[in-house]
C-alpha cells in the first residue's frame, strides 16, 4: 500500500476532478504541463494536436526515444487523450466546436491573435457554451506594448527581472537551471482554471483566465522587490547566498561544498559552537543578523577556515545533529536514487504502447483519500479520434464530411 493511501474503510472515493473535461489545445510546456496537472487529479484531458506533426515536443525537442515521441513528451502528457484536428479548416474547427459544447476548460498557448484569425477564440466559442472556462498562456499576456511577442522561459526570466539576481557577482548573465517561468506560469494557470471552475458552480458562468510566463516570473521575486521597495538599492546577483539571511548558502568543506543555513541568532550561536568558532559571536561584524549580511563574504572566509577541516558528508551529519539545516548538492541521478525520493514515489514506472515501461516523476501533491495515479500513457498522436469523436456526438456520415473538409489532414 501506498503511504499516502488513506482508505482503511476500504472505499475508494472518485479523484477530485473527475468530472472536470478540459481541452488542451497547448504545445510545448507550460500549456501541457498545466493540463497534465489537472489530468492527474482525475479530469478528463483531451488533447487537441495538429495532423501530421503533433505537439512539437514529440519530435522536435530532443530526448529521442525508440518510438517518434520525445521524454520530454511523455513526462508532460500523461492521463490525456489525443485527437488530431486541423484548426485552419472548416472541418477541423466544426469538430471543436462540437467538443466544446460538453468541456468544462479549454488551454491554450497559441500566440495572442492566433486563436482568433482561426475563429476559437474566447468570445466565439464562449456562445457555444457560457460556461466554458478558457485559459489562455503566452509570454507576456494578451495585451500590453509586449503581448505580441513570442514567449520563451529564457526571454521571460531575462525580461522579469530573474537573470539579474542570478549567477554570481561580477559573471556573465545566467539563467535559473529549470524553466521557472514555464512551470510557474502552468502553476497559476491552474490556481486561476480552479478558482474560475469553482466560481462557476455558483453563477453558472465560465470566464476567461490570461496567464503569462513574464507575470509568473515576475511573481516569484518577492524577496528581491521587498528589498528594492525597501531600500531603494537594485538587486544584483549572490550566487546562492539569501539576501535576507546570513550565512544561507553553498560553503566549500574539504572535499567540495554542501548547503547549510543559520537563518536566526539561536541557530547562528549553534553553528558559532558546532564549529568551535567562540571568537565569531563576539566579533561585532557578525552580532545579529544585518551585520552578518553586511559582512557576508568574510563571514563565509572565516566558516570556511574551519569547515575545511571535515568533509561535506561529516558537516551535513554534525549540523542536522543539532538542528541547523544542511544538505548535500545532488546530481539529479543522486537526487532520484535517495532513499527520500524513493520513499516519497518522486520517479514512476509507467507503460507505453511503443516504448515499454519509461520513467515519469511521480507527482509532487499527495493526497490522502483520492491518490492520484497514472490511469492513461502518454497518448500516441490522434490516439483517441474515433472514441472522442463519437462521445462528442458525431456519427460516421459526420465524420466523413469533416474529413472531407479537412479536418484530419495537415
Known amino acids: 500500500m501506498s503511504p499516502f493511501h488513506d482508505d482503511k474503510d476500504g472505499s475508494k472515493l472518485p479523484l477530485p476532478l473527475e468530472r472536470l473535461r478540459v481541452l488542451d489545445v497547448s504545445q510545448v510546456m507550460a500549456g501541457p504541463f498545466c493540463t497534465m496537472m489537472l489530468a492527474d487529479m482525475g479530469a478528463d484531458v483531451v488533447k487537441v494536436e495538429p495532423p501530421g506533426t503533433g505537439d512539437q515536443t514529440r519530435g522536435a525537442m530532443g530526448f529521442k526515444m525508440k518510438g517518434s515521441d520525445s521524454m520530454g513528451f511523455i513526462n508532460l ?32 498557448n497559441y500566440r495572442p491573435g492566433v486563436m482568433k484569425k482561426l475563429k476559437c477564440d474566447y468570445e466565439m466559442l464562449r456562445q457555444i457554451n457560457p460556461r466554458l472556462i478558457y ?29 539579474s539576481v542570478t549567477g554570481h557577482p561580477g559573471g556573465p548573465p545566467v539563467k535559473a537551471g529549470v524553466p521557472v517561468s514555464d512551470i510557474g506560469c502552468a502553476l497559476f494557470a491552474v490556481y486561476g482554471i480552479l478558482s474560475a471552475y469553482i466560481g ?8 476567461y483566465v490570461d496567464a503569462s510566463l513574464f507575470e509568473a516570473a515576475m511573481a516569484f521575486s518577492i524577496w528581491d522587490t521587498s528589498e528594492y521597495w525597501g531600500t531603494g538599492i537594485v538587486p544584483g546577483p549572490l550566487g546562492t547566498a539569501n539576501r535576507m539571511s546570513a550565512p544561507y548558502q553553498a560553503v ?14 539561536k541557530l547562528w550561536l549553534l553553528l558559532c559552537d558546532l564549529v568551535d568558532r567562540k571568537d565569531l559571536p563576539e566579533d561585532p561584524r557578525f552580532a545579529d543578523i544585518s551585520s552578518r549580511l553586511a559582512n557576508r563574504e568574510v563571514l563565509i572566509l572565516e566558516l570556511e577556515k574551519s569547515f575545511a577541516t571535515k ?80 462521445e462528442a456526438g458525431i ?10 473538409r479537412g479536418a484530419f489532414e495537415p
Open 77 to 108: 502528457n500523461r492521463n490525456k487523450r489525443s485527437v488530431t484536428l486541423n484548426l485552419k479548416s472548416d472541418g477541423g474547427r466544426e469538430a471543436l466546436y462540437k467538443l466544446v459544447e460538453t468541456a468544462d476548460v479549454l488551454v491554450e
Open 135 to 163: 485559459a489562455s498562456i503566452s509570454g507576456f499576456g494578451q495585451t500590453g506594448p509586449w503581448s505580441d511577442r513570442p514567449g520563451f522561459d529564457l526571454i521571460a526570466q531575462a525580461m522579469a527581472g530573474v537573470m
Open 200 to 207: 462557476a458552480q455558483t453563477t453558472g458562468r465560465g470566464q
Open 252 to 265: 566549500r568543506a574539504s572535499d567540495g561544498y554542501f548547503v547549510m543555513g543559520a537563518t536566526n541568532q
Open 311 to 390: 568533509s561535506a558528508a561529516d558537516w551535513v551529519t554534525a549540523m542536522l545533529a543539532v538542528g541547523i539545516p544542511a544538505g548535500r548538492l545532488n546530481t539529479y541521478p543522486e537526487a532520484f536514487e535517495s532513499e527520500h525520493a524513493k520513499f516519497r514515489q518522486m520517479r514512476l514506472e509507467i507503460k507505453h504502447p511503443v516504448e515499454g515501461t519509461v520513467p515519469n516523476i511521480g507527482f509532487p501533491v499527495k493526497m490522502s483519500g483520492t491518490p492520484q495515479q497514472v490511469r492513461r500513457h502518454p497518448p500516441l498522436l490522434g490516439e483517441h479520434n474515433d472514441e472522442v469523436l463519437a
Open 395 to 404: 456519427d460516421a456520415n459526420r465524420l466523413a464530411d469533416l474529413r472531407a
